[in-house]
């Protein structure tokens, strides 16, 4: 891995840069932003080192300046002093990670290893995703459409790391069967699968739910009780809605993983834990954590690898093969005629695999004979298929065109040039218009 150091103090450079070596890294460092450019124009940087404040060009600038070269670079910021404002403002220009000066090199290489692990994930998704045969896996799913192959060998890189892995995705995505998929894929697979849905707890319960607790800890503690992090002793603890947690909670939340061990409520003595741990949400963590709705530290301990897992309507190749899944998941002879299958493509399911899931199952519970058609398709996926019919002309072709877009990539893998073929404009106008419509790059490489 090449790293790019940039400060303009002599002192603190030659000392990380001496460190790094060292430790086997390939290391450049420039003393200002005019030359960190210069650097990273000629040589394929992977990851840089920043300082926040530098005379010519803040490390802000510069770290903006590098992404829109190659967004792909990877960034630790270095701070003078870590107040919440820098280390949000930090993320949202993109940096990976943040440290305090003076640099504690023990943190910088863990921080860099973990850089290098979600590198070398990422890095093979593409080759992988050909060679996913979902009958091998050990969970029944259908993964047909290059975003959901994508998804997959992330899946597969990440299942046999430690790392923890967060689950981004709307309801209904899938969220859960993918986090079974990483432990049974994982070196926990022979341990118990717990799984703690944190919207659900009462935050007076919550300690005793996580950590257990003796007999007589509090009134109505009748009994020793273990808690989620000791049944899932050796197992994967999977924490469901994660961004529902209140901010006490999360730091309580934040101390176990932090140390590995927890304590039972109402007893001194520490238990050391082993568990994988899985975390998944539907809601942007990164912009509650600008917001101050959830904690930061947190949010970098579970986020150690994303997996981001599309919605059903910009997978709609997964439809095709996701009706007959569910037609042999409940055991019916009863088929869809073509109409019907493409008025099923056409809708935009809110609630994504459950709701064509649940779809599927009331269609064939009320049908009238062995083959489905359009008149036998429940009201919303009939009369309000693909987009909302309110609005200005303006917005309902925006609607229109998005969804084109979305299903020429899907159908082309993402090979842009390709797409841009099939909608019959040029690759150039394609690109104009993802952006407009804010459809990124690599939504579909997971
Ligand atoms: N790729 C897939 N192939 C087949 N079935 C799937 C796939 N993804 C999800 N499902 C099914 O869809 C349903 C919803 O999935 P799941 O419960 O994992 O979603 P979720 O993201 O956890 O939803 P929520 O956010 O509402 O908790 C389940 O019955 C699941 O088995
Ligand atoms: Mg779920």
């Not at 981001?308 to 037609?327: G, M, S």
């Amino acid at each position: 891995m090449h790293i790019l150091i940039v400060d303009d103090e002599e002192l603190q450079r030659s000392l990380l840069k001496g460190f790094l070596q060292k430790q086997g890294f390939q290391v450049l460092s420039a003393a200002n932003g005019a030359d960190a450019l210069q650097i990273f124009r000629h040589t394929p940087v992977e990851l840089v080192l920043l300082d926040h404040r530098m005379p010519d060009m803040n490390g802000d600038e510069l770290l903006a300046r590098m992404k829109a070269q190659n967004p792909l670079v990877r960034a630790i910021m270095i701070t003078a002093f870590a107040t919440v404002d820098t280390a949000v403002k930090v993320m949202q220009l993109g940096a990976d990670d943040f440290l305090e000066k003076p640099v504690d090199l023990t943190q910088l290489l863990q921080k860099i290893q973990e850089i290098q692990e979600q590198l070398f994930i990422s890095n093979d998704v593409a080759i992988i995703a050909d060679e996913i045969h979902t009958a091998q896996l050990p969970v029944r799913m259908i993964a047909e459409s290059r975003a959901m192959k994508n998804v997959l060998s992330m899946v597969l890189r990440a299942a046999p790391t430690p790392w923890t892995v967060l689950l981004h995705g709307e309801t209904g995505t899938g969220k859960e069967l993918i986090a079974r998929l990483l432990h049974l894929l994982s070196s926990h697979k022979n341990g118990p699968f717990i799984e703690l849905n944190c919207a659900a707890i009462p935050e007076n319960l919550f300690e005793s739910e996580l950590f257990g607790h003796e007999k007589g800890a509090f009134t109505g503690a009748e009994a020793r009780r273990k808690g989620v992090f000791e049944q899932a002793h050796t197992g994967t603890l999977f924490l469901d809605e994660v961004g529902e947690l209140p901010l006490p909670m999360q730091a309580k939340l934040l101390r176990a993983l932090q140390d590995k061990t927890i304590m039972r409520v109402g007893s001194e003595t520490p238990l050391a834990v082993d568990v994988r741990i899985v975390a998944a949400t539907n809601r942007n963590l990164k912009d509650m954590v600008a917001r101050g709705n959830f904690r930061e530290d947190l949010y970098f301990r579970l986020n150690v690898i994303e997996i981001e897992i599309p919605p059903l309507r910009e997978r709609k190749k997964d439809i095709h093969a996701l009706v007959p899944f569910f037609l042999n998941t409940f055991n019916s002879t009863i088929t869809f005629d073509d109409q019907a299958l493409s008025q099923l493509t056409k809708y935009d399911y809110p609630g994504n695999i459950r709701e064509l899931e649940h779809i599927i199952q009331r269609t064939i519970t009320l049908a009238r004979g062995q083959v489905i058609s359009l008149r036998d398709l429940p009201e919303v996926v009939r009369h309000n298929a693909g987009h909302d019919r309110s609005g200005k002309l303006n917005q309902r072709l925006a609607q229109v065109e998005r969804q084109m877009i979305l299903d020429a990539l899907d159908d082309h893998d993402w090979v842009q040039t390709k797409a841009a073929q099939s909608l019959g404009i040029s690759e150039r106008v394609l690109r104009y218009k993802m952006e407009k419509s804010g459809i990124a790059k690599n939504t579909g490489k997971g």
